[in-house]
């Protein structure tokens, strides 16, 4: 039966034990997107991740490393062709990196147009306080479905949330969303055929110690009673919206 966890967004090399994360999601069957934050880390995660069968990887230029890490566009570039999967990408406009936004958004529309021309790519994307724009850039600058897009840790609104779902989107939720009003409203305004799940770990943990892809049945747990359905059934469709997503 096809019911493994599936982890959509999670900095699996920012963990300590890089590898030692791989193979703990290789060996629980866990269908992990290892999303990277600089297109300098590529290369070692496409070594690492390449050949396993639940982990993929993902070429990442992070909004929030825009500032400092602009003139590696041209490497992201170089790595464009071998990367089915694209993020950690788009644009945060909280104040600590509202400096850098014209940039994040050279930098986003780019990205974008490079997956227009290339095809094929599923994109995970940031959209902090950003919501409006990002959905404007994709409409205007991503081929879709030629490309498919999963929006992580979505804090816009319903209405933007329908904006995104009449583009094809996917939602990939962590269990910090579940937690959250706007993130409560919105899962009842989404199509359960556009839901994932998601840790985004490192950067998400309990008491201090960061959650990893297996942690995500706690994702799943509170889905589940929010949604009102077994935890067999929530499960079977994840996978099902992973296996449409992926093909
Ligand atoms: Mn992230």
């Known amino acids: 039966m096809n019911d493994s966890l599936i982890d959509f967004h999670c900095h699996l090399d920012l963990y300590p ?20 934050t600089t297109p300098k880390a590529w290369p070692e995660n496409f070594r690492i ?11 990442g230029l992070h909004p929030q490393l825009v500032a400092e890490r ?12 071998q990367a089915r999967y694209i993020g950690e990408v788009g644009l945060d406009a909280s104040p600590r990196f509202y400096n850098s936004f014209d940039k994040q958004k050279a930098v986003f529309e780019h990205i974008l147009k490079s997956c227009t021309n290339a095809g094929g790519k599923i994109l995970s994307i940031h959209s902090v306080r950003s919501a409006p724009i990002v959905l404007a850039m994709l409409e205007k600058h991503l081929a879709v479905p030629k490309n498919k897009v999963v929006l992580h840790w979505f804090t816009g609104n319903v209405s933007n949330a329908i904006r995104a779902i009449d583009m094809g989107c996917y939602f990939s939720f962590n269990r910090e969303m579940l937690s959250t009003k706007n993130g409560l409203e919105l899962l009842k305004g989404i199509p359960v055929q556009k839901l994932l799940t998601e840790t985004d770990g490192p950067f998400t943990g309990n008491d201090g110690i960061p959650y990893r892809p297996k942690d995500v049945i706690g994702t799943l747990e509170k889905l589940t009673t929010v949604l009102d359905k077994s935890i067999v059934e929530v499960r079977q469709i994840l996978n099902r919206n992973l296996e449409v997503l992926e093909s």
Do not use: Q, Y
């Not at 890089?18 to 290892?34: A, D, G, Q, R, Y």
């Not at 991740?49 to 070429?59: D, S």
């Not at 041209?74 to 464009?80: C, G, K, P």
């Open 17 to 36: 034990g890089f590898e030692e994360v791989v193979n703990e999601c290789e060996e629980k069957m866990i269908h992990t997107l290892s999303v990277t």
């Open 49 to 59: 991740i390449n050949t396993k069968k639940f982990v993929r990887c993902a070429l």
């Open 70 to 81: 602009f003139h590696e566009l041209s490497l992201w570039d170089e790595f464009l062709p």
